[in-house]
C-alpha cells in the first residue's frame, strides 16, 4: 500500500512537471522577421538607442525612445541623454519624431544630468514612463571635469565614475502620452541584496494574482571588476514602495538590460536579456525562481534585411516586447554598427 502510494505521487509529480515544461513554449527566434527601412529609426542629430511602444486611444503607436547628442558622443548617455516621444500608425513603424519628454532637471534634482533608458505602461488608467538618471551627489563638476564624464570610461575619470554610481530608476506619471508628465523628489528603488551600488534599465510587468514585479539591473556584489547583474523588486503600486527580493534573477552571468513580462496563454513570466554576444530569453512561474527558457537563445548580435541578408552588427541592446492580446508582435532593438553609429529598430514577429 504505501509503494503503491509512493508511485502515484512520483507519478503525478512527474505529469506536473511535464505540464510545466509544455508550457514553456515561446520560442522567439522563430517569430522574427527579416527588417526594412521602415523598421529603422533614424536621428541625424542624436544618436537613437532603447525604446518602448505603447498603442494610445487615439488609435496610434507612440515611441518612447532614448537620444544622445551626436555632439557630445555615444558615451553622453549618462550625462546629456534626453527621452524623446514619436507616433507611427503601425508598431513596426515608421516613425516619426513628435517631441523631447524628458531630459536631465538640473544640480538641484536626483534625475539631474540625463533621462535614459525608459520604458512606458499604462497601469490603473494612468501612464507610466519609468526611466534612469544620476546626480553627482552636490558635487559641482567644472567644465572640463563634466567633458570628461562625457567621454571617457569610468576606469579613466573619478567624474565619470561618480556619475555612473549615482544611476537610479524614476518615474514619471501622466494621464496622456502627451503629458504633462509629473516627476518626483526620489528615485523609486535604491539599490539592495543581490545587486549594489546602482539601479538601473528598469522594466515592469503586471502580476497575475496583483501588483506588480520589476526587473533591475545593478553590479553584482563582491567582485574585483565590473559583473552585472539583474535582481526582481516587487510592489503593490506602480509608485512603489518597490521591494528587491533575495534571490538574484540572473547572478552567474554578466548581463544587461532586461526586459520582462507575464505571458497569460503559458501561465509564466518570459525576460529578454543580452549578453554580450547573444540575445537569452528566460522563465519563471512564480517571478522569483528564474532558468533559462526552453527555447533559450534568441538571437546573436545580427538582423536579417528584406533581400535576405545577414546583418552583423557592433551592439544588439535594449530589447523592449511590444505585446497585443498577451502575445509579442514587435521586437524592439537598439543597434550599434560596425561603423559606431546607432539606430532603433522594431523587428515584426509571426
Known amino acids: 500500500m504505501k509503494k503503491s502510494l509512493i508511485l502515484t505521487l512520483l507519478t503525478i509529480n512527474a505529469l506536473l512537471i511535464t505540464h510545466a515544461e509544455s508550457k514553456d513554449s515561446l520560442n522567439l527566434s522563430e517569430m522574427i522577421q527579416p527588417v526594412s527601412d521602415e523598421n529603422i529609426f533614424y536621428d541625424e542629430d542624436y544618436y537613437n538607442w532603447g525604446s518602448s511602444i505603447i498603442k494610445g486611444d487615439d488609435g496610434k503607436y507612440h515611441l518612447f525612445y532614448a537620444q544622445m547628442p551626436r555632439e557630445h558622443g555615444f558615451g ?20 516619426r519624431k513628435v517631441e523631447v519628454v524628458l531630459e536631465g532637471r538640473g544640480p538641484k534634482y536626483w534625475d539631474a544630468y540625463t533621462a535614459h533608458n525608459p520604458k512606458i505602461y499604462q497601469f490603473e488608467g494612468k501612464y507610466y514612463l519609468y526611466y534612469i538618471s544620476t546626480n553627482t551627489a552636490g558635487r559641482t563638476l567644472a567644465d572640463e571635469e563634466f567633458e570628461e564624464a562625457r567621454r571617457k570610461s569610468y576606469l579613466e575619470s573619478e567624474f565619470r565614475a561618480l556619475i555612473r554610481e ?9 494621464d496622456s502620452l502627451e503629458g504633462p508628465w509629473k516627476r518626483f523628489d526620489e528615485p523609486v ?4 541584496y543581490p545587486i549594489e551600488q546602482i539601479t538601473c534599465n528598469p522594466s515592469v510587468t503586471r502580476r497575475p494574482d496583483g501588483g506588480y514585479l520589476m526587473f533591475i539591473r545593478g553590479d553584482q556584489p563582491n ?14 503600486h506602480p509608485l512603489g514602495p518597490w521591494v528587491i527580493q533575495p534571490q538574484a534573477a540572473v547572478k552567474d552571468l554578466n548581463s544587461e538590460d532586461p526586459e520582462v513580462w507575464y505571458d497569460p496563454h503559458r501561465e509564466r513570466y518570459y525576460a529578454l536579456y ?11 512561474e512564480d517571478g522569483l525562481d528564474w532558468g533559462r527558457a526552453k527555447h533559450y537563445r534568441v538571437s546573436d548580435k545580427a538582423y536579417s534585411d528584406a533581400e535576405g541578408n545577414r546583418i552583423v552588427v557592433n ?8 505585446m497585443e492580446d498577451g502575445k509579442p508582435k514587435v521586437l524592439t532593438i537598439a543597434i550599434r554598427q560596425m561603423r559606431g553609429d546607432t539606430f532603433s529598430m522594431f523587428i515584426p514577429l509571426d
Open 76 to 95: 553622453s548617455w549618462l550625462s546629456d541623454g534626453v527621452i524623446s516621444r514619436a507616433v507611427a500608425d503601425h508598431p513596426a513603424g515608421p516613425y
Open 189 to 192: 528603488v535604491e539599490p539592495a
Open 274 to 284: 543580452h549578453a554580450f554576444g547573444y540575445m537569452g530569453l528566460i522563465t519563471s
Open 166 to 174: 549615482n544611476q537610479r530608476i524614476g518615474v514619471a506619471v501622466a
Open 223 to 236: 567582485q574585483t571588476e565590473l559583473v552585472r547583474s539583474q535582481a526582481v523588486a516587487l510592489a503593490d
Open 315 to 322: 551592439r544588439f541592446e535594449r530589447p523592449f516586447m511590444y
